[in-house]
Each structure stands twice: as structure tokens, then as C-alpha cells.
């Protein structure tokens, strides 16, 4: 059994699978030639899954799995598992969005700025600044990492509605009219694409703040941008963008009241390690032919 | 009866407090000058509370008292009471704290400093960030301030160690020595002025965030800022300073995984309408010749 990782180790991880992996063979390859790998660690791109006829399992290192939504998985020989991370980064990317409400609600951006630009201002910021307690906040998104928010808020003694993929429109756009703060983690689906733009934006209230965690389609990013310039928005936190580097014309470098955490929200020193553990976890199951973690469902979408 | 007023208040929030005062005369004033006024609000100079030989009540709009602890208080006309703002800040402090310590383990200070230069960085800030949660904590404090944001971390699976007046400096130094995040809260007083020196810091983990929302006499600014760029210590969350506003040539302009927030932690854009608020609430007590709230013990230091 020949295992493809393509994903960045050090040469002390790259060393820990070969010695988990038993009789079957690590090699590490590029993104876009995996060979005949039977099993493959990574993400590769769409091209090169098609092109390995002899794939039986792969494991992603993200939640998302958008770009490979249009792929025949069928081979001949025999079935293909995908598997995705799943709750993996829910604890980090929920703290990235506290981290970025509370930063827009106590002025850290804005603190940081005059730090930098060697500036005191004191007291006058202070009427600046706003209590995240007390808050009306959506969820959008059921998934891992809302629901953990949803743990980070509660001492906060905010009302919290939650919408998941059954939600219904008018009882969003209602929802969305009282909130304080909105937080959409949800995937890429054929039903999420532009589900937020010019007009539902509109429906939220001036001093409200928006966070995107889930994927940059959702949102009509020029819209959301006219929103923060002319103040219909009080702030948003930004962790996904439709592109990504996010081109340098863009909007989003200098809109007002925005924390844009570069898709690093899932972020962790040590996570590269972690997913390991959860490949070599599945690894054995995949050789005891037990049932795989994360297993996606390409007909759902997420 | 004469009520001098000495902090800013906008045209609305004077007549608010007139229609409030009844029959008493309510008069603007500049901190050094109160006339002789029986009741005083707002944080008048410590000489001018001396001139003023008719004081009956002082009710200050801060929690610290430290400029007034060598004052005379004894009047011929009567004895002085004074009252602070105990409590009023602990929901914004703790707050501001909370959103320090996230920005720092989540990159949020790095990555507006990255938006500012239009830099994108991605993948790579993912391995210098890290969580919050399963954080061994040190609140050294046992206030309001620290006990609500005991509340706010209890949902990160924190272990918490807090520390009141009556703490043995064995026991601190052994808790600093295990800590990942360290939230000072408390006043200045004899004994906690420059508790926080070079050797008590050293204690600290390299990976340790040490903040400071009480006073800035706790700490010695220099050692404190070595630590900062030597990486002897992780970060820090600096609320207070020694002098403020902080110097154009202070270390904290420039350190390293600093958090500055300039004396802002307690603000929110209705501050001073719930100061009225307490003001009232206690006028009508002090009218009545009941017990005031936040009624300052001298002998204590806060």
C-alpha cells in the first residue's frame, strides 16, 4: 500500500508516519502528481485525484471540500473514501471570532494603530468603545465551530439564534433586522453562494457587526465593503475571502471597523501534529476496514 | 446645599442632573478650583479638596483613590464621605482583558499591523497562533474585574488561580511559575507597589502573557519591557502605566506582542450617563442620611 502525503511536514512528522505506517509506503509528493497512490494525506488538486486510477481513501487536512464537488469518484478498483476534518477547528476559529468582536467592541484595532503610530490618545477613545455583553447575536451555521462560540458566549449573557441548512428565509431576515452580531460559518454550497448580499446586508442594524468564517462566497464582498465605508455597518470580522491571497486592490485592505484574519482562524502552532493524529487514527481504521471519521458526503455539500 | 460637578458632561447630561438635584444648586467647576461646594462630583485635585473647608460627601467618578490617601478629611462642619465607582468597570475591564489575551493568541494584533501594510501573509502566521482554551490563569486580584472575567473564562476549561490581599508570596510565585496567562487587577497600595519586579517576572513561562488592569505601580516597567523583547515572556496586556499619557520614549511603544489600551479598559460610549446614574442613586441616599454605595475605607487603600 503506497500512502501520497501532500501536505508540508517537518522532517520529524515526516519521520512519525513511516514508523505508523507499518509495511505500507510514505511518499511525500506535489499537490498535482500523486501517482497510483492508493491512499493519499493532503490536498491535492481536483486534476491529479482524477488522474490516480488506483485511489481507495482521502483524507483532507481542511473542513472544505468545495473544490472537489465536481469529480467522478468511481474506479474500478473498488470504492473511494474522502474523509474531511471535521470539528477539527472548531476551538481556534472560534476564538478567532471572539477574539476579532471583542478587538471591534474594546478598540484593539484601533489601539494597536496608535501604538504603532506612537499616539496617545486615553480617555477620549473610551466613548468609542462598546460591551459585547448583553448582546443580540446570530449564528449562521449549526456546525462545530458556532457551536462552540455558542459555549464562549454564554457567560457573556447574550441571546444567541441559530440558524442551521433547514433554516428559513424570513425568520433569518427578522432575526438578522435585531442583531448586534452575526457570525456566518457555513460551507460553500450551491444554496450558501451570495446568500448574503446588498439586500439582506441592508437589513442589519448600523451599529452591527458581521464575521464571515465559513467561506468567502457567501457574501457579496463590494456590497459588504459599501456597508463598512458608509457606516450601514458598525464593523465586520473577515477570516474567508472569495480570493484568497486577497488581491491588493481589493477593498477589504482598507475598509473602516475590519479585522481581516486571513484564513488563519483554524490556525494552532501545533496543528499540523493534530492532523496527523487524526490521519494515522484513520489510518488504522482503514486497514481494520472499520468505518472512517469524517467521512464527506458529497450530496450535502459539506 | 452647593453641588460641584468636575468632570466633562454634555449640555443634556447637566440639566439632567439639575431637574435631579431638587432645591440643591448644581455648579460646574474646574478639578482645582470646588469654591466651598458641600457635595462634590468627579476627581477634583487633592489641593483643592484641602481649600474646600465646607466638604460633606465626595463621590469620585473612578475606582482608584490613590492621590487622595494622604489628604486631612477632618471638617469643622462635619465629617467627609467619600465614594468611589467599586464595580463599575468590572464588565468593560474584563472585557477589554479578554480581548488582549485573544488578540494575542490569535495573531489579531499582527494581522491589523499585516492590513495596514496591505500584506498578505496567510498560511504561514497559522503556526504562531494558539489557544486560549486549557490556559492555566492567574487572577491576581480579587475584585470585580477579575471575578467577572473568572466568568468569561469559564467556558475555555481554564484552571484559575486567584489571589486576594492576603496572598503568600510563595504561593503567587509557585502559581506564576506554572501560568499562561497572568491578569493583574489590584490598586496601588504600600503593598503591591512594585510587586511585579524583574526577579517575580522572571518566574514566568517564555510562552506566559502577563497583564496589567490595575494599577501601574505593581510593575517594574523596565524589567517588564526586557522580558517583552528578550521573549523572556510571550506578551503582555498593558491597561496602566506608571505615567500616563505614556512618555514619547517609553519602552511599551515599542515592545514586542504588546497590547497597549491607554487607561480604556473602563469605557463604553454611556459611561458618563451611568456615572449620573450612581451619582443620583447616591444623592437621594446622602439626602436621606442613608448609607452611600462604594463608600471608600482609607485605612485599606481601596
Given at each position: 500500500?503506497?500512502?501520497?502525503?501532500?501536505?508540508?511536514?517537518?522532517?520529524?512528522?515526516?519521520?512519525?508516519?513511516?514508523?505508523?505506517?507499518?509495511?505500507?509506503?510514505?511518499?511525500?509528493?506535489?499537490?498535482?502528481?500523486?501517482?497510483?497512490?492508493?491512499?493519499?494525506?493532503?490536498?491535492?488538486t481536483?486534476?491529479?485525484?482524477?488522474?490516480?486510477?488506483?485511489?481507495?481513501?482521502?483524507?483532507?487536512?481542511?473542513?472544505?471540500?468545495?473544490?472537489?464537488?465536481?469529480?467522478?469518484w468511481?474506479?474500478?478498483?473498488?470504492?473511494?473514501?474522502?474523509?474531511?476534518?471535521?470539528?477539527?477547528?472548531?476551538?481556534p476559529?472560534?476564538?478567532?471570532?471572539?477574539?476579532?468582536?471583542?478587538?471591534?467592541?474594546?478598540?484593539?484595532?484601533?489601539?494597536?494603530?496608535?501604538?504603532?503610530?506612537?499616539?496617545?490618545i486615553?480617555?477620549?477613545?473610551r466613548?468609542?468603545?462598546?460591551?459585547?455583553?448583553?448582546?443580540?447575536?446570530?449564528?449562521?451555521?449549526?456546525?462545530?465551530?458556532?457551536?462552540?462560540?455558542?459555549?464562549?458566549?454564554?457567560?457573556?449573557?447574550?441571546?444567541?439564534?441559530?440558524?442551521?441548512?433547514?433554516?428559513?428565509?424570513?425568520?433569518?431576515?427578522?432575526?438578522?433586522?435585531?442583531?448586534d452580531?452575526v457570525?456566518?460559518?457555513?460551507?460553500?454550497?450551491?444554496?450558501?453562494?451570495?446568500?448574503?448580499?446588498?439586500?439582506?446586508?441592508?437589513r442589519?442594524?448600523?451599529?452591527?457587526?458581521?464575521?464571515?468564517?465559513?467561506?468567502?462566497?457567501?457574501?457579496?464582498?463590494?456590497?459588504?465593503?459599501?456597508?463598512?465605508?458608509?457606516?450601514?455597518?458598525?464593523?465586520?470580522?473577515?477570516?474567508?475571502?472569495?480570493?484568497?491571497?486577497?488581491?491588493?486592490?481589493?477593498?477589504?485592505w482598507?475598509?473602516?471597523?475590519?479585522?481581516?484574519?486571513?484564513?488563519?482562524?483554524?490556525?494552532?502552532?501545533?496543528?499540523?501534529?493534530?492532523k496527523?493524529?487524526?490521519?494515522?487514527?484513520?489510518?488504522?481504521?482503514?486497514?481494520?476496514?472499520?468505518?472512517?471519521?469524517?467521512?464527506?458526503?458529497?450530496?450535502?455539500?459539506?
Amino acid at each position: 500500500m503506497e500512502i501520497a502525503v501532500c501536505l508540508p511536514l517537518s522532517e520529524a512528522q515526516e519521520a512519525r508516519l513511516r514508523r505508523s505506517a507499518g509495511s505500507a509506503t510514505v511518499r511525500r509528493c506535489a499537490p498535482d502528481d500523486l501517482g497510483d497512490a492508493s491512499v493519499v494525506f493532503g490536498n491535492p488538486t481536483p486534476e491529479a485525484i482524477a488522474a490516480n486510477r488506483a485511489l481507495r481513501w482521502l483524507q483532507l487536512e481542511s473542513v472544505g471540500f468545495g473544490e472537489y464537488l465536481d469529480l467522478d469518484w468511481s474506479r474500478a478498483s473498488g470504492p473511494v473514501q474522502v474523509t474531511n476534518l471535521a470539528g477539527f477547528f472548531a476551538d481556534p476559529v472560534a476564538e478567532t471570532a471572539l477574539a476579532g468582536i471583542l478587538a471591534l467592541k474594546r478598540g484593539i484595532d484601533r489601539l494597536c494603530a496608535l501604538r504603532s503610530d506612537g499616539t496617545w490618545i486615553g480617555d477620549p477613545i473610551r466613548s468609542e468603545l462598546g460591551l459585547l455583553g448583553g448582546s443580540k447575536t446570530v449564528l449562521f451555521g449549526r456546525g462545530a465551530i458556532n457551536g462552540r462560540l455558542a459555549e464562549l458566549l454564554a457567560p457573556f449573557r447574550c441571546t444567541v439564534t441559530a440558524f442551521g441548512r433547514d433554516f428559513a428565509e424570513d425568520r433569518l431576515d427578522a432575526a438578522l433586522e435585531q442583531a448586534d452580531v452575526v457570525v456566518a460559518t457555513v460551507p460553500h454550497t450551491a444554496a450558501t453562494a451570495g446568500l448574503f448580499g446588498a439586500a439582506r446586508l441592508a437589513r442589519m442594524k448600523r451599529s452591527a457587526i458581521f464575521c464571515n468564517l465559513g467561506r468567502g462566497s457567501l457574501v457579496d464582498e463590494e456590497a459588504l465593503a459599501r456597508a463598512l465605508r458608509s457606516g450601514a455597518l458598525a464593523g465586520a470580522v473577515i477570516d474567508v475571502t472569495r480570493a484568497e491571497p486577497l488581491p491588493p486592490d481589493h477593498a477589504f485592505w482598507t475598509t473602516p471597523n475590519t479585522i481581516l484574519t486571513q484564513h488563519s482562524g483554524g490556525g494552532t502552532a501545533d496543528e499540523t501534529d493534530r492532523k496527523i493524529d487524526r490521519f494515522l487514527n484513520n489510518f488504522t481504521r482503514f486497514r481494520d476496514g472499520a468505518p472512517l471519521e469524517g467521512l464527506v458526503d458529497f450530496t450535502r455539500g459539506y
